[in-house]
């Protein structure tokens, strides 16, 4: 299959003769065998099939097959959530020792993860800014650095990152870099065409796009040499004593190793599985994101535009703006578009933001961005209040930083409603 348009519409299943049209949903927890023998290949990893959708579930997998088709990748996992996605990319990788560069300003979801969680199981992470120096990417690496982690368009600071320059840094310290492409989706960026290695989604968001279903996916482009870097991955590259000696890497190759490690391995002892429920809502989702993604830009870079000359506004941050920090770099990696969230302050700090917001009719305040509606949020009163006022602005997120996800509504309307609730305060 060949444009993504179509991918988003058929990838990832193709019925055979008198078989549905839609995917099904395979709502079994269990799958049947005739004999011991052909149920022990599957526990062996000697054939493929579904023994328990703990792991595994033929509705998710056709989800996944979709994804991967659109990210360009060679295999690719359904979680129950994006922050399962990142988790288990990331622990695919790490363990007890080991270390993790990642930009500073991602999602404060993954920032917590990363910086308190993870740090918890002995795995230590030291933060860059996206725009920093070569001179601070290139001290960040560490001899224990087993991966280097971005996000293509951050939430909520929407810095844009340079995925060439941060896949050539860990490349040169013979690790991967894994980019979770929330926001931007394969639509409007694929980061294996620029370096990245694994690619991660909260398909919570635009993938599903109408607010319905929680859920994540890893993506794996199948390129990175696992056995080229043996003594940094044993995970891949030695016995997996838990799984009768299979050493993934020789096994499955690059093109299958990091996914059937994370479901084999991870799936199992975790079972952050997505429902095969709300596989097929991400379904129904994907079919239209190519559709979405596109009205999604035009209403951002409209409201984007309205608010940049108001002035109540104190500031705008969207990359498809052209006095935009990261314009340039949106031009070379989101040439068709980057996204419909939209971040700015609003004069008068933290309570004029909140004043503003409850002014909306059209756009309610939400913790969640990327679906149908709009919807704004104030992160520093919300989702990023674990946070300190320092980690605050080295996440890129101030105190008086609004959020809005412009939804799939009139333009017009949109623009209009701001301006009412602007003109109140
Ligand atoms: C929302 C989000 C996550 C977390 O995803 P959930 O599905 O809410 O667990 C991770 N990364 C980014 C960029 C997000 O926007």
Known sequence: ?????????????????????????????????????????????????????????????????????????????????????????LFNLCSSGDHIVASSTIYGGTFNLIDVTMRKMGIETTFVAPDCTDAELEGAFQENTKAVFGETIANPALTVLDIER?????????????????????????????????????????????????????????????????DKFPGLCTPDESYHGITYAEKFGREGAFITKATAQLMRDFGCIQSPQNAFLLNLGLE????????????????????DGHPKIAWVTYCGLPGDKYHALAEKYLPGGSCGVVSFGVRGGRRAAEAFMKHLRL??????VADARTCCLHPA?????????????????????????????????????????????
């Not at 990023?384 to 509504?409: F, I, K, W, Y």
Request: aromatic share 8%; charged share 15%.
């Open 1 to 89: 299959m060949k444009h993504i348009n179509t991918i988003c519409v058929q990838g990832g299943y193709t019925p055979g003769n008198g078989e549905p049209r839609q995917i099904p949903i395979i709502q079994s927890t269990t799958f049947k065998y005739d004999t011991s023998e052909d149920m022990g290949k599957l526990f062996d990893l000697e054939a493929s099939g579904y023994f328990y959708t703990r792991l595994q579930n033929p509705t998710n997998d056709l989800v996944a097959a979709k994804i991967a088709a659109l990210e360009g990748g060679t295999a690719a996992m359904l979680t129950s959530s994006g922050q399962a996605a990142n988790f288990m990319a």
């Open 166 to 230: 941060f896949a050539a840094a860990a490349h040169a310290h013979g690790v991967p870099l894994i980019v979770d492409n929330t926001f931007a989706t394969p639509v409007n960026c694929r980061p294996f065409d620029w370096g990245a290695d694994i690619v991660t989604h909260s398909t919570t968001k635009y993938m599903d796009g109408h607010g319905a279903a929680v859920g994540g996916c890893i993506v794996d482009s199948g390129k990175f040499d696992w056995l080229a870097h043996a």
């Open 288 to 307: 239209s994101l190519h559709v979405r993604m596109k009205r999604h830009c035009e209403n951002g870079q409209a409201v984007a535009e309205f608010l």
């Open 363 to 368: 756009a309610a305040i939400e913790t969640h």
């Open 381 to 425: 009163s919300s989702t990023h209040r674990q946070m300190s006022d320092e980690q605050l602005l080295a996440a890129g997120v101030g105190p008086d930083l609004v959020r809005m996800s412009c939804g799939l509504e009139d333009a017009g309307d949109l623009i209009a409603d701001i301006s009412q609730a602007l003109d109140q305060i």
